[in-house]
C-alpha cells in the first residue's frame, strides 16, 4: 500500500510518458529472439541493437556540442562526465542484477564486453558516419588539462 497513491500514480504514468516511445520503437525494430519465430534472426537482433546503441550515442554528443555551445563547459569534461556515464551507467545496473543473481562470470564478462563494445562500436559508429558525412574528423585536444584537473 503506497503512503502517497496520487504521488505513486502521477509517477507511474510519468514514467510511462517518457519510456514509451523508446519501449515502443524498440519492440518494433529489434526482434525477440526468444520467441520461437524470431530465432534465427541472432544478426538482425544485434545488428538493430547497435544501430539504436550508435543513434543514441550520437544524440548524446549533439547533447554535449550543445551544453559546450551555450555554456561554455569544455567538450573533455563532458565527454569524461557526462557521455561516460550515460553509456556506462546502464552496463553497471545489469552488471550488479547479474551478479546479485549468482552470476558472477557473466557480471564481468557484462562488464568487459561493453565497454569495448562502447569504444569500438557504439563511439566508432557515429564517427564514422560523421567522416563519411563531412569529411575529416578532426578531435581537439586542447583542453583535455581542464578536465583531468577536474
Do not use: H
Amino acid at each position: 500500500e503506497a503512503r502517497f497513491p496520487l504521488l505513486a500514480r502521477a509517477l507511474g504514468w510519468s514514467w510511462f510518458a517518457l519510456s514509451a516511445p523508446t519501449t515502443f520503437a524498440l519492440y518494433w525494430t529489434i526482434p525477440d529472439i526468444k520467441e520461437e519465430a524470431y530465432r534465427n534472426r541472432y544478426v538482425t537482433a544485434f545488428v538493430m541493437s547497435m544501430f539504436w546503441l550508435s543513434s543514441t550515442a550520437f544524440v548524446v554528443c549533439l547533447g554535449s556540442d550543445s551544453i559546450n555551445f551555450y555554456w561554455g563547459i569544455p567538450q573533455s569534461f563532458l565527454g569524461l562526465t557526462l557521455a561516460a556515464a550515460g553509456t556506462s551507467w546502464p552496463n553497471m545496473l545489469a552488471s550488479m542484477i547479474t551478479a546479485k543473481c549468482g552470476r558472477g562470470p557473466i557480471a564481468v564478462s557484462n562488464a568487459l564486453g561493453s565497454n569495448v563494445q562502447n569504444v569500438f562500436l557504439v563511439l566508432a559508429g557515429p564517427i564514422w558516419v560523421s567522416v563519411l558525412l563531412n569529411g575529416d574528423y578532426v578531435m581537439g585536444g586542447s583542453d583535455i588539462w581542464t578536465s583531468v584537473a577536474w
